[in-house]
Nanobody, 122 residues
Framework: QVQVVESGGGLVQAGGSLRLSCAAS????????MGWYRQAPGKQRELVAR???????NYADSVKGRFTISRDNAKNTAYLQMNSLKPEDTAVYSC????????????????WGQGTQVTVSS
């Protein structure tokens, strides 16, 4: 079994910063990409940022220059540093991890966390 747990959400004023963490644990051989997504009320879930095991990243245009994704492979953890937050960044932020499990290393399975609320007040 694999668990993915996000932390670090909260309430912040516009212009402020938050750092989200996404920790994967359990029967893990390796993790390929890890990604952060968000879903605001009444909107579809969208990709925020993604990082490969080699450190390559991609970002949504709306967060480029403000958000930074990083990861610690030894800890199976990804981070999302969010600066210059705007009210439109308010959403539930969810993380996923593409995991190769110990007992089935030839395949990759995507695991999602439960999400963490980020609220940016104006």
């Amino acid at each position: 079994q694999v668990q993915v747990v996000e932390s670090g959400g909260g309430l912040v004023q516009a212009g402020g910063s938050l750092r989200l963490s996404c920790a994967a644990s359990g029967s893990i051989f390796s993790i390929n990409a890890m990604g952060w997504y968000r879903q605001a009320p009444g909107k579809q879930r969208e990709l925020v940022a993604r990082i490969t095991s080699g450190g390559s990243t991609n970002y949504a245009d709306s967060v480029k220059g403000r958000f930074t994704i990083s990861r610690d492979n030894a800890k199976n953890t990804a981070y999302l540093q969010m600066n210059s937050l705007k009210p439109e960044d308010t959403a539930v932020y969810s993380c996923n991890a593409d995991v190769r499990p110990l007992n089935n290393r030839d395949y990759t399975f995507r695991h999602w966390g439960q999400g963490t609320q980020v609220t940016v007040s104006s």
